[in-house]
């Protein structure tokens, strides 16, 4: 079955740790999507890329790093940096445009604790 | 500037009834799409519905529709004959287009809406 698949479901992380996030999708999108929420917020865009070797920021990008090496495969390392990382990661991918109907298609969610 | 407003924080609707949720958005791009998002307390996100700026016809899928206004800039969604399984968080979505539409663009969300349903 097609979909995107993120690993791990539950993350600690202790302080002063960069961790990474893994997202993959068997879905041949060529957009990915990194979305942080806190608790009873919205989605807020971390990172995106509408092709491989091609990423921009997105509204909260301080403290994070993607790569996009491969089109099935957008991780998220979370950086010391930031502050401030205990949130629910979902990542999404979606199809061009001009095929249609272009909903975003997400993952079951990474939820990251600091300890 | 918010791109996406939802002002409802949470709705409350009584069963078989029906409720619309509002959304409005703001943006310059001419080419662009709306998305409506379900968010059970499991965190799943569940596509709802969709509407592009340049479909004249208001999108139905089953007992949701989008009330789209575009020169009020707003996407509501309307829900009818609730059930008790329509309890949860809502989201509203913009992705906005490039030239020609061709463009991924950012997709950005709202703040959401938490829906109960009462029996």
């Known amino acids: 079955d097609g979909g995107i698949t993120q690993s791990p479901k539950y993350l600690f992380r202790k302080e002063g740790q960069n961790v990474t996030l893994s997202c993959e999708q068997n879905l041949n999108h060529d957009a990915m999507y990194w979305y942080r929420q806190d608790p009873g917020q919205g989605l807020r865009l971390i990172y995106y890329s509408q092709i491989v070797n091609d990423f921009q920021k997105g509204d909260i990008a301080e403290g994070y790093s993607v790569s996009r090496e491969k089109k099935e495969s957008f991780p998220l390392t979370v950086t010391s940096a930031q502050k401030n990382p205990t949130a629910f990661y979902l990542c999404a991918s979606s199809s061009p445009p001009r095929q249609g109907n272009t909903e975003a298609f997400f993952g079951q969610g990474t939820r990251l604790t600091v300890v | 500037a918010q791109k996406i407003t939802q002002t409802q924080p949470g709705m409350f609707v009584q069963e078989k009834e029906a409720v619309t949720l509002d959304c409005t958005y703001d943006t310059s791009d001419q080419s662009y799409g709306l998305f409506w998002y379900k968010q059970p307390s499991s965190g799943e996100m569940i596509f709802l519905i969709y509407?592009?700026?340049?479909?004249?016809q208001n999108a139905t899928e089953g007992r949701y529709s989008l009330n789209f206004q575009k020169a009020r800039k707003s996407a509501n969604l309307v829900i009818s004959a609730s059930q008790l399984g329509d309890s949860a968080m809502y989201f509203c979505a913009m992705r906005e287009g490039g030239a020609g539409g061709t463009s991924y663009g950012k997709l950005t969300f709202g703040q959401g809406t938490i829906l109960t349903v009462h029996p």
């Open positions: 509407q592009g700026s340049y479909d004249e």
